[in-house]
């Protein structure tokens, strides 16, 4: 396994799978006045690409500054009661109470805003997401919309809130993006440390069945990869990989379950060729290349610096397209999960954890040591 790069792969364009995120050239955005368009093959490769490791700490500044404009930006354009119900303080505990479910929030729904107002808001966003990031939003939210059309108006595409936890660009500070099947946590506990985790995605229909929107899989590129890692081992390997005859039912790392993990388990990277650990890097770059260049350079360095040969690929329940299942890819600290069990297994659960940097503990811990909070 290579440690001096990472080496992202259109694996979606080359054997047919959606890319996450990307709906079908018909399908309408939740909003249309903020569609931009299915970014090209070229734009994904180039949006992947790792910059050098060695300038990671300097970008990650840049990317603290911006971010920081973009929500002052944001917080300027609402008026007083828009701006109370965005601003919450840092160490509130609802900032570390993120969840998936759908449930009564604090901050400002999208559906709150003026055109101008969601649209600042999501300039925020794409400071640290890039296309395929904020498609990934959009995917989420037009799925909200079939469940409108199937289960009523409690479905709700608008019903995302967008909170900001303390001052912009004071640190520590930062904001999260949340409503059902969507949790994005930014977090910028110092200088030159960026946190984007945990970040979860669902899709529910995993693939839509009927209407305008049939065919559409939000999260059917990772599945995909998953099945082409496993079809691609040699049994001892297989079995090696496959930890549980049936699928677990949902992530096992959801809010407050970290400690259930325990250690990583399947099938190590470093037994697998190098065909077979591009395919997998390629799954964790479903996430991980869902961030703005700079960023995405900084997290694939940060999993690199794990060793990605102690990485595990870990797969649980059917083989069978169809049916339930669940996998993961689970190392040191980073943790990527997939699970599609409920109705039907056609509803997905997937989430990034970074188990020792979420929400920006590690980097928060050093920044009140060096300097005491009263």
């Excluded at 009564?104 to 999501?122: H, V």
């Excluded at 977090?187 to 960026?194: D, M």
């Amino acid at each position: 396994m290579p440690h001096d790069g990472w080496h992202p792969h259109d694996d979606a364009s080359q054997h047919g799978a959606p890319r996450e995120g990307e709906p079908h050239a018909h399908h309408p955005h939740p909003h249309q006045h903020h569609h931009r368009g299915p970014p090209t093959r070229r734009a994904l490769l180039a949006a992947a690409t790792l910059l050098p490791f060695g300038r990671a700490s300097a970008q990650t500044a840049d990317a603290g500054q911006r971010i920081a404009d973009a929500a002052g930006r944001f917080l300027a354009s609402l008026d007083e009661s828009q701006r109370q119900k965005a601003s919450i303080a840092f160490d509130s505990d609802n900032r570390l109470d993120w969840h998936y479910i759908p449930r009564s929030r604090p901050g400002l729904s999208l559906g709150e805003m003026r055109p101008a107002q969601s649209d600042a808001a999501r300039a925020l966003f794409a400071t640290v997401l890039n296309e395929r990031g904020l498609q990934l939003l959009d995917g989420v939210r037009l799925l909200e919309g079939v469940l409108r059309e199937q289960q009523g108006s409690f479905r709700d595409p608008g019903r995302y809130y967008v909170s900001v936890f303390g001052m912009p660009g004071r640190f520590p500070w930062g904001w999260r993006f949340e409503g059902h099947h969507l949790s994005l946590n930014v977090a910028l506990p110092a200088a030159g440390h960026v946190a984007v985790t945990p970040f979860f995605a669902g899709a529910h229909p995993a693939t839509v069945r009927d209407g305008p929107h049939r065919g559409f899989r939000l999260l059917g590129a990772s599945e995909d990869l998953a099945r082409q890692i496993m079809a691609g081992l040699a049994p001892p390997e297989r079995q090696a990989a496959l930890i549980a005859d049936r699928s677990f039912g949902e992530i096992v790392a959801s809010p407050q379950r970290e400690r259930d993990l325990g250690a990583p388990r399947g099938l190590e990277l470093g037994r697998m060729d190098a065909a077979q650990r591009v395919l997998v890097e390629a799954l964790m770059d479903r996430f991980l290349g869902t961030l703005a260049a700079d960023l995405a350079a900084a997290q694939k360095r940060r999993v690199i610096e794990q060793g990605l040969a102690a990485f595990r690929f870990a797969w649980a329940g059917s083989l069978i397209p169809g049916e339930a299942h669940y996998f993961r890819v689970h190392g040191p600290a980073t943790l990527i999960e997939h699970d599609n069990t409920q109705n039907g297994a056609n509803h997905i659960h997937t989430v990034w954890r970074d188990l020792a940097a979420d929400f920006g503990r590690d980097a928060l811990a050093e920044h009140y040591r060096r300097q005491p909070h009263r």
